[in-house]
């Protein structure tokens, strides 16, 4: 099963409304073929990061709600497939414009992934999980790929 079979089944298994809008939404802009931001550089590292992010949340926080894990997981970086720069409201701003529902937890989560300021003051589960996994899955980049900056 490759990594974008892998995602499309984990989303449609979170049965939310405007799902298959933001799969479309996904294939159509390269999602699944894109390099990752600073890492997972290689072709497909966006989707690729996204699911090693999923897969660290899910063995490690058993008690989150499994269509959480993978909003947060899979959407964290979606405003990547434009630029990297400003990619989490943009992020955002994709899911509103598809009509995709987010909790508020999931909403500050995606949002605020890279704000330390953000994770002292608002520590959910699911932001705290989000964050650890998504340095989990960099760092595992970048030990495998000593080479690259």
């Given amino acids: 099963m ?3 079979t892998r995602i499309i089944a984990i989303l449609r298994a979170t049965k939310r409304p405007k799902i298959e809008d933001v799969i479309g939404f996904m294939e159509a802009s390269g999602y699944f073929t894109k390099p990752g931001g600073g ?17 660290v949340m899910k063995s490690t926080s ?32 994709i899911l509103d414009g ?6 508020e937890d999931e909403r500050f989560s995606i949002g605020h992934h ?3 300021k953000a994770l002292r003051e608002f520590r959910t589960p699911l932001r705290r999980s989000l964050s650890f996994a998504d340095s989990v899955s960099t760092g595992w980049w970048k030990a495998r790929h000593p080479h690259r900056p």
Wanted: proline content about 2%; glycine content about 8%.
């Fill in 62 to 93: 058993l008690t989150l709600p499994s269509d959480s894990m993978a909003v947060a997981a899979f959407f964290h970086d979606l405003g990547k497939v434009e630029r990297n720069r400003g990619h989490a409201a943009r992020s955002l701003r």
């Fill in 2 to 4: 490759t990594v974008e």
């Fill in 114 to 116: 890279h704000n330390n």
């Fill in 98 to 103: 598809l009509g995709f529902q987010l909790t």
């Fill in 39 to 55: 890492h997972h550089k290689e072709e497909g590292g966006l989707a690729q990061h996204c699911l090693e992010v999923y897969r």
